[in-house]
């Protein structure tokens, strides 16, 4: 199963970074909910700090492109091997700066690639 990070996690039920979180840990993905505000997805405590996590394999961002500045080179340190966009979330200059790190950048939804099976 994928370590995935969740950067823009919300605690708010109906927001799709919340959404996210609970479908990946449905599916036995070790998940870690990162965002500015304190709180709770079913139990996964929101990080709020960006914290040296290892292994991370997938970042399913949630934070749009006027606020991505401080994330980008935080996840380019983490080398992940992927990088989702959700939707509203696509920045060219973003991705390019993951793609020149040599990571992979999907333009893509966490939320459909899991009911697709293409997770």
């Known amino acids: 199963m994928k370590r995935t990070l969740i ?3 919300s605690s708010n039920p109906t ?3 919340y959404m996210a979180t609970v479908r990946l840990k449905a599916k036995h993905h070790e998940v870690f909910p990162m965002g500015i505000r304190q709180g709770e ?3 996964e405590p929101i990080i709020t700090e960006q914290l040296a996590l290892e292994d991370i394999d997938t ?3 949630y ?5 991505q500045g401080p994330w980008i ?7 992940p091997k992927r990088v989702i966009f959700n939707p509203g979330t696509e920045d060219l ?3 390019r700066k993951v ?4 990571i992979k950048a999907e333009i893509a939804c966490t939320l459909v690639m899991l009911s697709a099976g293409t997770y």
Do not use: E, F, M
Request: glycine share 16%.
């Open 7 to 9: 950067i823009g996690a």
């Open 15 to 17: 927001r799709y970074s």
């Open 41 to 43: 997805i079913q139990g």
């Open 59 to 61: 970042v399913s961002l």
């Open 63 to 67: 934070v749009g492109p006027k606020n």
């Open 73 to 79: 080179d935080y996840i380019i340190g983490l080398s």
């Open 93 to 95: 200059d973003s991705i």
């Open 99 to 102: 793609q020149n790190a040599g």
